[in-house]
């Protein structure tokens, strides 16, 4: 039963505004006080900005650069609350992540002009794996309100030989708008995707890694990005244009009776013997 509970829970999540997710998760968690766990795990939460005072940048927060009550920071690779047997990659890998956060910060300035990311990368036994995280918020201009929060979880794993890599990319876009206009009145529109690919790369140099993860990233980002606009967007357009036609009644009950004129005597045509 609990595993029907869950599904059922997560494919509510899935169909449930994107900017009330805590709050109904929250809800979620006190009506099925077993699923907590399973809950927390499987469904991806709007992206938190916290502040570094060291190094003077925004970054994010989430379950990957968490330990406990504290999140590292990309930039100064130390804890807020300070904690001092957190985990922290290798130094090999550290300096990856010094990298790939430069890398990310210039792909966030000029995909979405503004904004936060981040990359976190931890170990494994034949590679590593990372997030990348991006997260872009309207200011309200406009009477439009909205958020971006993307989430790619990578796998690398490092192939013998060392000259090729498998990647495994899992991908989490959430999106919401919100305008308020005298015109239209109030609309909410929002939703996410999960995607996932995988796909062997060639690693011919230091920077390989980066090249292939951004790449990768990119194009998810650009797929997800059409799917969206073509799933909510266009639906809702089809939506709008169903209910509000620029015809007027009048001349819309003449074309009506017209084809209906049309089809009744191509009908009637049929039916007649050949002469």
Aim: a negative charge.
């Amino acid at each position: 039963m609990s595993d029907q509970q869950l599904d059922c829970a997560l494919d509510l999540m899935r169909r449930l505004p994107p900017q009330q997710i805590e709050k109904n998760l929250s809800s979620l968690i006190d009506l099925v006080p077993d699923l907590c766990e399973d809950l927390l795990s499987s469904v991806d939460q709007p992206l938190k900005v916290a502040r570094d005072l060291t190094a003077g940048k925004d970054y994010l927060l989430c379950d990957y650069n968490r330990d406990g009550d504290s999140y590292r920071s990309p930039w100064s690779n130390t804890y807020s609350p300070p904690l001092e047997d957190g985990a922290l990659p290798s130094q090999k890998l550290r300096n990856f992540e010094i990298l790939a956060n430069e890398a990310f910060d210039q792909y966030r300035e000029m995909y979405f002009e503004g904004g936060v990311s981040s990359v976190y990368l931890w170990d494994l036994d034949h590679g590593f794996a990372g997030v990348v995280l991006i997260k872009k918020a309207g200011d309200g201009s406009k009477n439009i309100k909205g958020c971006w929060d993307s989430i790619h979880v990578i796998e690398v794993q490092e192939k013998s030989g060392g000259r090729m890599a498998h990647y495994k990319l899992t991908s989490t876009v959430m999106l919401w708008l919100q305008t308020n206009k005298q015109a239209s009145g109030t609309m909410n529109l929002g939703g996410s995707l999960t995607r996932q690919t995988e796909a062997d790369h060639a690693v011919t140099e230091s920077q390989s890694h980066l090249i292939n993860i951004g790449r990768m990233v990119e194009d998810m980002e650009n797929k997800i990005r059409s799917m969206l606009n073509s799933i909510y967007f266009g639906k809702t357009k089809d939506i709008v244009n169903g209910l509000r036609s620029v015809i007027p009644s009048s001349d819309a009950r003449v074309q009506e009776a017209l084809r209906s004129d049309l089809a009744h005597a191509l009908k009637s045509r049929q039916k007649m013997p050949d002469s």
